[in-house]
């Protein structure tokens, strides 16, 4: 039993408390105003809410393929600028575009940047009606895990849905993993992570507040094995991008060559107090940084006159953002520490080039062939970028037949060298037309050469792919 | 399956036990005295070395051996013995042979070799030798003919008692290549292979064995009556095709069964090939029965000593040329090249854009590869490592100096896989220790127990690219 002072504080506490507690317990009247913030943010963006069409070019098991897509995006200004994923619209140069309002207007891709997956489309204004209401594009810097969300989009195709939830969190750090086509995604951003429904399709659509401001581009689930795991790529990193994209149709970025850890990774060799420095975990033969003598295990402490922060993984996308914004082609400095001494080198970027490379189907002979890209080259550890690389074979091909294999790089041809995708397709284009057979494939295997003796047998006229073709 | 089945005639005896119930003269006795010279011969298989977490599975299997010296040697299918190289936890090896007698009966024996080349395993049984057994005598120049009647002498199912049993047949096709065979009209069972090949009359011509193919690229490739037998797992089944091994083939053989723990010092070249198809010959004008083409040069290799390049197209080998036209025929050279004594020079006829060259290569011993690699285990950090091997280096397309240790294997849940270590990667450091072999890799984490160090930095090379892995420890 409490003692009666005891229990007149008690019973002042309560009174105190009760506006709290009142305010605590949701009223029906609160739940209402949630629900009014909801419609009032979906109504600011639902109308800049896109659903594209695209006709995508893909190339499987040696043969080149156009299959018809959908994913979403948002208008995000008065003169027809849509943002959406790269992988939505990849090689598409136009997409058709369906607006909220069901209008159906066309546009150009007028720039695209693979390394974060976005893409800036321009709408054919002359087909729209009436005037665009563009979304606002928010701050992604100030978000809040548990913060309401709403992600909006065409879900397996489901046009103008909606799904609410909340921020799970606002800097998940996903391992930059090449993606089978070369694609990279997540090497300069962290994820927003939300449980609010994300399916495919959904990929490209905003990711709004409840002030119906954009805070997120849509563009990643783990379907399958996880559920509402939802991921966004943060509006702030969209916005550079974005401002790069409509100033110069790209994104330039320079590369020094280093792959880094955090510097907890460094054990005792990092220095423990403050929070500058990452470790080197990795420098790439004939890059910028091997030649300036930077190696493995050296802890970068400054670049460029600015500290270098990567004590954590979730740095490490910002870290490499800024490391990438540096200009191509001007030295700079690297203030580093080896062995407990600091050192300087001096690098000069150069220009990070694109991951992808273009890819052509052989479609006489059976098989398909792609670009070797620098980043290809350095993965397969090729002493130079010679030659085609092949990406699929056709089964019961001309070119299956004769044993070319996926990953073969088309070296020579009847003993010439071939320097590329593009000498590559004229000579084939002029062989198809003058008819030769047999053709002498010389191509690289691992380590060893594989001699390749295509047998085509032209019994139909020969395919008008080319400019060039008789009759 | 159902023709000769009529022609069958059924177990004449019961293996060296009873008097015989059939005629007791007259040809079919003469036959029949060959069925004490076929004996069933138990062995079980288990792996060469204990994996980890258990024994490995054992197996128990019976095959059709032939007496064939007073001395007590047999002769088997050599199935069972495993080539060698293979990786010894997964690599099955026989053990504990047994001839089957009558009854209860059981002769132990013991291996003494195995012909690689024939495919053929050797045992010898403790004298005396046991009641009602007889080795056979082969014919020393057969004189066998294509159309020729023969029986074939092999043994029924477990369930008979492994009765002898005589399946009649003809010669039907006679081959050159890879060695001079004979096919047989009758589909032959398991229990026959191994089993005689004798003459209504009951002269002993040779026996059943099994041309070994290269391993097939998909099973749709395989010959229908082909056998699938597996020494081990790492190398893929060894696949047979069973053929009549007439006797002057294996005379040599039998005589000084090549030794069983040889694990022969082979010679290369350091080179990969293709084998010249006709196609690739008549587009590149060359003449002749076939070559091998230099697909790849191996730096510091004899090939690379003697000049070959990628492209060269290899016409004979110390003076003999190449019948290579196919893939499947680069063994047969190969086993060419094996056979060379390392260091002497051997002249190469080669081939090279339009014109002919004769060069001198000095063959050496093959270096290791990766399942010969000598290994290290540490229990405390659970993981084993193995030296660096050429092929390791080639198939990672990695600088031919590369030096360090190759993760070959991980404890679920030890130290090392926890930190985030995998099978595969390439250990380049341990705490900033150079490890470029598996004697300095061992005093790294010898330092760290007798440090008791906390944590311990691996720096390693996973794919293209390095990084650091800190292990925690927990001494």
């Known amino acids: 039993m409490l003692q009666p002072p005891a229990r007149r504080r008690l019973a002042k506490t309560l009174i105190l408390l009760l506006p709290m507690l009142l ?449 | 399956m159902r023709g000769w089945a009529t022609g069958l005639v059924m177990a004449l005896t019961v293996l060296g036990a009873n008097p015989l119930p059939a005629e007791s003269s007259g040809p079919g006795a003469t036959l029949a005295k060959l069925a004490s010279s076929v004996v069933p011969l138990r062995y079980t298989l288990r792996p060469q070395e204990a994996p980890t977490g258990g024994e490995g599975e054992k197996v128990e299997k019976v095959v059709c051996g032939i007496l064939v010296s007073d001395d007590g040697l047999v002769v088997i299918p050599g199935d069972a013995f495993p080539d060698p190289g293979g990786d010894p936890r997964l690599t099955l090896e026989p053990v504990a042979f047994t001839v089957l007698g009558s009854g209860e009966a059981e002769h132990p024996a013991t291996p003494v070799g195995f012909d690689r080349d024939l495919n053929l395993g050797y045992v010898r049984l403790a004298a005396p030798l046991p009641a009602g057994l007889t080795p056979v005598r082969f014919e020393t120049d057969p004189q066998i003919r294509i159309g020729q009647e023969v029986w074939i002498v092999g043994l029924l199912a477990e369930r008979y008692e492994y009765a002898a049993a005589f399946w009649p047949a003809r010669i039907n096709a006679a081959v050159e290549k890879p060695r001079p065979m004979f096919s047989l009209s009758a589909p032959v069972l398991d229990l026959a292979i191994g089993g005689l090949v004798v003459t209504p009359d009951g002269r002993a011509l040779g026996l059943v064995g099994e041309d070994v193919l290269p391993p097939p690229r998909s099973p749709g490739d395989l010959p229908q009556n082909a056998l699938l037998v597996f020494g081990s797992f790492s190398q893929g089944p060894r696949v047979g095709y069973p053929m009549l091994f007439p006797a002057p083939l294996f005379a040599a053989s039998m005589a000084s069964p090549p030794p069983l723990e040889s694990r022969p010092s082979r010679a290369w070249l350091g080179i990969t090939m293709q084998a010249l198809s006709r196609r690739l010959a008549a587009y590149w004008k060359i003449d002749g029965i076939g070559g091998v083409i230099v697909t790849g040069v191996l730096e510091g290799s004899p090939a690379a000593a003697a000049g070959l390049q990628g492209g060269d197209v290899v016409l004979s080998l110390s003076g003999s040329p190449i019948p290579a036209r196919e893939d499947s025929d680069l063994p047969l050279f190969r086993q060419q090249v094996e056979r060379l004594a390392a260091g002497e020079a051997v002249p190469l006829r080669v081939w090279r854009a339009g014109e002919i060259r004769e060069l001198t290569i000095r063959p050496e011993v093959a270096p290791r590869t990766s399942f010969l690699a000598e290994e290290y285990r540490d229990e405390a950090f659970g993981m084993t490592v193995r030296e660096i091997t050429f092929d390791y280096i080639q198939a990672q397309n990695l600088p031919v100096d590369t030096a360090g240790v190759v993760i070959s294997e991980l404890e679920n849940a030890g130290w090392a896989e926890v930190a985030g270590l995998a099978p595969g990667d390439l250990v380049l450091q341990v705490d900033d220790a150079p490890t470029p072999d598996l004697a300095s890799f061992r005093a790294a984490l010898e330092q760290a127990r007798e440090a008791r160090r906390r944590q311990v930095r691996f720096f390693v090379q996973r794919g293209v690219e390095t990084q650091f892995v800190s292990v925690r420890t927990d001494w």
């Not at chain 1, 070369?182 to 939300?194: E, H, L, S, Y």
């Not at chain 1, 969209?238 to 880094?260: K, M, T, Y």
């Not at chain 1, 002493?383 to 044993?403: Q, Y």
């Open chain 1, 23 to 471: 305010a605590a317990v949701p009223t029906l009247a609160s739940v209402e105003a949630d629900q009014r913030a909801v419609y009032r943010a979906r109504d600011r963006v639902l109308p800049a809410l896109v659903h594209i069409q695209p006709v995508l070019e893909v190339f499987r098991a040696g043969e080149r393929e156009q299959i018809a897509v959908t994913g979403s995006g948002v208008i995000f200004s008065a003169s027809g600028h849509v943002l959406t994923n790269d992988h939505v619209v990849q090689r598409a140069e136009r997409v058709l575009c369906t607006l909220s309002d069901q209008q159906e207007v066309p546009a150009t891709v007028i720039g695209r940047d693979p390394w974060t997956d976005l893409a800036v489309l321009q709408l054919e204004m002359a087909e729209v009606e009436g005037p665009l209401r563009p979304a606002t594009l928010g701050r992604s810097g100030d978000l809040q895990p548990g913060q309401y969300v709403m992600a909006l989009g065409s879900p397996l195709g489901l046009s103008r849905s909606l799904s609410l939830g909340v921020i799970s969190t606002v800097e998940r750090y996903l391992p930059d993993s090449p993606e089978p086509d070369g694609a990279v995604a997540g090497t300069f951003n962290t994820w927003i992570q939300t449980d609010a429904a994300i399916n495919p399709g959904n990929s490209g659509g905003p990711l709004v507040n409840l002030r119906g401001e954009v805070v997120g581009i849509n563009a990643r689930a783990i379907p399958v094995i996880g559920e509402n795991l939802g991921f966004a790529i943060p509006i702030d990193l969209a916005q550079e991008v974005v401002r790069q994209i409509l100033a110069q149709g790209q994104v330039r970025r320079s590369w020094l060559g280093i792959s880094w850890q955090p510097l907890t990774a460094a054990l005792g060799a990092a220095p423990i107090s403050g929070t500058g420095g990452a470790l080197i975990a990795s420098v790439a033969a004939d890059s910028a940084a091997a030649e300036a003598g930077v190696r493995p295990g050296d802890i970068a402490l400054e670049v460029a006159g600015r500290a270098v922060v990567g004590r954590h993984e979730e740095q490490l996308p910002t870290l490499r953002r800024w490391l990438s914004d540096l200009p191509a082609g001007a030295e700079i400095e690297l203030v580093l520490l080896r062995d407990g001494a600091k050192r300087v080198a001096k690098a000069t970027p150069r220009d990070l080039d694109s991951p992808e490379g273009t890819e052509r189907e052989f479609r006489e002979w059976g098989f398909t062939a792609r670009d070797v890209t620098p980043e290809r080259a350095r993965r397969m550890r090729l002493e130079d970028r010679g030659g085609a690389l092949v990406s699929g074979v056709k089964s019961a091909s001309f070119a299956f037949e004769a044993g070319l294999r996926p990953g073969d790089i088309v070296r020579r041809m009847d003993s010439q060298e071939i320097p590329g995708l593009r000498v590559l397709e004229q000579r084939v284009q002029r062989l198809i037309e003058s008819r030769v057979a047999p053709v002498l494939l010389e191509v690289q295997r691992g380590r060893s050469r594989a001699f390749i003796l295509l047998e085509p047998t032209y019994t139909t006229k020969p395919a008008s792919s080319g400019a060039g073709s008789p009759r």
